[in-house]
């Protein structure tokens, strides 16, 4: 379900483009990456007493790692977009599509 909601997600925001919808496709890809790499983690630990700690702290710092990259990647797209007057959003038409034509012809 994660994975169709991230796709999902990820595909509406570059349609939109959107940087909201981008940014938390992005982050829950990531978190589905970070839960892999847990659950990986925790395979090893079951069968390596001895390399838990180390597993554990590699783990951990995968996911920070992640985390910390998507975070840096939606921060340089907000100052891109901020500081280049092309990148701006056009509001959407008011009043245009099949939908307002059929609001208009029926007498409501």
Known sequence: VNAVLTVAQLAC??????LSLLGDGALMAVDGV???VGLYAERIKEGNAK????VDR???LFSASMLALTTIWVLFDVLDRLVDDNAREEPAPTGGGKIAELAKSSKV
Not at 51 to 54: D, I, R
Request: charge should be neutral.
């Open 58 to 60: 590699l783990g951990a």
């Open 13 to 18: 925001g570059v349609a939109a483009n959107s």
């Open 51 to 54: 390399g838990a700690e180390k």
């Open 34 to 36: 970070c839960y892999a």
